[in-house]
T-cell receptor
Framework: AQSVTQPDIHITVSEGASLELRCNYS??????LFWYVQSPGQGLQLLLK??????LVQGIKGFEAEFKRSQSSFNLRKPSVHWSDAAEYFC????????????FGKGTMLLVSP | ETGVTQSPTHLIKTRGQQVTLRCSSQ?????VSWYQQALGQGPQFIFQ???????GRGNFPPRFSGLQFPNYSSELNVNALELDDSALYLC????????????FGQGTRLTVV
């Protein structure tokens, strides 16, 4: 069975500083990988996805993520955080066979300090 | 192009009651998945509907059931509500059952008292 681990429950970053959110997955092959963002009381917005090809993927709002097969990781990065980035971030994996469902991590809450 | 819309946005029910949540999928999408997100947790897959038939189910009891209509909108029904059913219920649509990219609605916040 596939699983996702986001080791950091909360992260606090100063505005303008760089950000890296960690994600490790467990899956028998190379999965589809996603990062979603959720503002309080809202649904999930897709930031970026990895299906195949270039292991560094660019997303919306200046985010990027790098797939590292050897480490089973898909960490999310942003060079300079803005106060509006404060939200909860979820990493998810999808299987390459069968039906298209997602397995999510428990999320990392990003707090941005002035 | 319309996005995924869910109704109602908030709901309070009493333990033992039944509830129906609704979802309109994104235009052109024929696959709808439902997820339950408990407080402080990531979303958990409940089930998926593809062209009006259940296409997969997560680890949820049979009192969680669903429907998909010819226009690909969907309902989630929960019978005999329990306090632990209190959660944000998210609907996601995708272009086809094999397509992994899912677009989520804003969710329905269900509180069971």
């Amino acid at each position: 069975a596939q699983s996702v681990t986001q080791p950091d429950i909360h992260i606090t970053v100063s505005e303008g500083a760089s950000l890296e959110l960690r994600c490790n997955y467990s899956y028998g092959a190379t999965p589809y990988l996603f990062w979603y963002v959720q503002s309080p009381g809202q649904g999930l917005q897709l930031l970026l996805k990895y299906f195949s090809g270039d292991t560094l993927v660019q997303g919306i709002k200046g985010f990027e993520a790098e797939f590292k097969r050897s480490q089973s990781s898909f960490n999310l990065r942003k060079p300079s955080v803005h106060w509006s980035d404060a939200a909860e971030y979820f990493c998810a994996v999808g299987a390459r066979s069968g039906y298209s469902t997602l397995t999510f991590g428990k999320g990392t809450m990003l707090l941005v300090s002035p | 192009e319309t996005g995924v819309t869910q109704s109602p946005t908030h709901l309070i029910k009493t333990r033992g009651q039944q509830v129906t949540l609704r979802c309109s999928s994104q235009s052109g999408h024929n696959t709808v998945s439902w997820y339950q997100q408990a407080l402080g947790q990531g979303p958990q897959f409940i089930f998926q509907y593809y062209r009006e038939e259940e296409n997969g189910r997560g680890n949820f009891p049979p009192r969680f059931s669903g429907l998909q209509f010819p226009n690909y909108s969907s309902e989630l029904n929960v019978n005999a509500l329990e306090l632990d059913d209190s959660a944000l219920y998210l609907c996601a649509s995708s272009a086809d059952r094999g397509r992994q990219e899912a677009f989520f609605g804003q969710g329905t916040r269900l509180t069971v008292v």
